[in-house]
């Protein structure tokens, strides 16, 4: 058995024993240290949603060490991807693409099987993942950590998004408990 926590903290099943299926908390981890591939039509598709010209998408997002005219690798800074960035709230990062990121992102669901999110967990929250999926830590720490979650599902929840070549390009939607509203 593995646990399910659901983002809504409405119902008393807000921890629930099941697939390991967990809300991304948008730590991050799982945009650090590994790079993004994108064929030319994911990297089209972004430049456009980023509203970038496609030559300062090129000579910017894109690294150079990559040489290829038909598949991209998205450039790092600061040991991430580049466009992931800090929000206002505390542990809470965000994708500045996150409405037409690349398909590798999309396909990416979060888990507590995942060694990402249990760092996440880890770093975030000093939280710790059991061999049954449970989560450990103590009352205090998990009970904030569902007061988070909770805030992610709360609509009109407004972060600070960063700009992108002076254009504010992220939607302030709502995070749902889908698989492509991870991070
Ligand atoms: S989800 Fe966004 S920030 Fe994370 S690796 Fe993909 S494109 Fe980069
Ligand atoms: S998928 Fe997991 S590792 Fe990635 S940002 Fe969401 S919670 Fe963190």
Aim: with cysteine; hydrophobic share 30%; charged share 30%.
């Amino acid at each position: 058995m593995t646990t399910r926590i659901s983002p809504s903290l409405s119902g008393k099943e807000d921890v629930e024993k099941e697939t390991g299926i967990i809300p991304c908390f948008r730590c991050g981890v799982c945009c650090t240290g590994r790079q993004v591939h994108l064929d030319l039509v994911e990297a089209r598709r972004l430049c456009d949603g980023l509203g970038l010209n496609w030559y300062v998408f090129l000579s910017n997002y894109v690294d150079p060490k990559w040489s290829n005219y038909n598949s991209f690798l998205l450039r790092q800074q600061d040991g991430a991807c580049i466009l992931l960035k800090n929000t206002d709230v505390p542990h809470r990062k965000v994708c500045i693409a996150h409405m037409f990121k690349p398909s590798a992102c999309r396909e990416w669901s979060p888990s507590l099987h995942r060694r990402e999110c249990q760092q996440g967990l880890a770093k975030d929250w000093g939280l710790m993942v059991d061999t049954e999926g449970k989560l450990c830590g103590s009352d205090e720490k998990i009970r904030l950590f569902k007061i988070y979650l909770e805030s992610l599902n709360t609509a009109g929840c407004s972060e600070t998004y960063v700009e992108t070549e002076g254009i504010k390009r992220y939607d302030s939607e709502r995070f749902e408990n889908r698989r492509e509203e991870s991070i």
